[in-house]
């Protein structure tokens, strides 16, 4: 049997500009792939330090955009053990228009975050966000089967899976269509399906 925790990113940018100015944030440039805000970090180095449950993880499956790889950071950086990979099957959904849901180059990335294993990309550059369309419930659910089959496949038991409040919420309840709650930002979910 797996342990499987997943975690929703800390706060991060565009979060904040969505409690000021609504849904708009997640179209400014300024909101492109959001990194945490203090409070983020703060709630990712809490999480960290204070959770027995992350004490023994094996490897952490990552969104490779920047609020949910400084999440990984904070979170385990008392951990030189775990293995952390980023996987674009794990990004927020939707994929597309969303400006704040696209990711950085790979080049980019592995500079910036050099405990990240980032092999496993589809590729170099963000070919899964696409700027005229957004992402449709049934590609998200191929997501969904294709994150399950990784992890059954995974040789490692114990498993966090840290991403984004849609992903989650489809993933965990499969419900990323209900809008009358967010999943708590650094707060480990347990995920029963194996």
Not at 54 to 82: G, H, M, W
Not at 145 to 172: A, C, P, R
């Amino acid at each position: 049997m797996k342990n499987i925790l997943c975690i929703r990113h800390g706060k991060a940018f565009h979060n904040v500009l969505i409690d000021k100015i609504g849904e708009k944030a997640l179209f400014l440039k300024e909101s492109y792939d959001a990194p945490l805000v203090e409070e983020g970090i703060i709630q990712a180095k809490e999480l960290g330090s204070s959770s027995k449950q992350l004490k023994n993880i094996d490897i952490v499956f990552v969104s490779p955009l920047t609020r949910t790889l400084q999440t990984a950071e904070y979170i385990f950086e008392n951990n030189q053990k775990v293995r952390i990979v980023a996987l674009d099957k794990i990004k927020e959904f939707p994929q597309g228009i969303e400006i704040c849901n696209k990711r950085r180059n790979r080049i980019e990335l592995e500079e910036k975050f050099k405990k990240v294993d980032f092999s496993l990309l589809d590729s170099d550059e963000d070919q899964m966000w696409r700027a005229d369309r957004y992402e449709k419930i049934e590609e998200l659910k191929e997501r969904i089967e294709g994150i399950k089959k990784t992890i059954m496949n995974e040789n490692d038991k114990n498993i966090v899976i840290i991403s984004h409040n849609n992903f989650l919420k489809e993933l965990l309840f499969q419900n990323c269509g209900d809008e009358t709650y967010n999943l708590y930002h650094c707060h480990p979910y347990k995920l029963d399906f194996l």
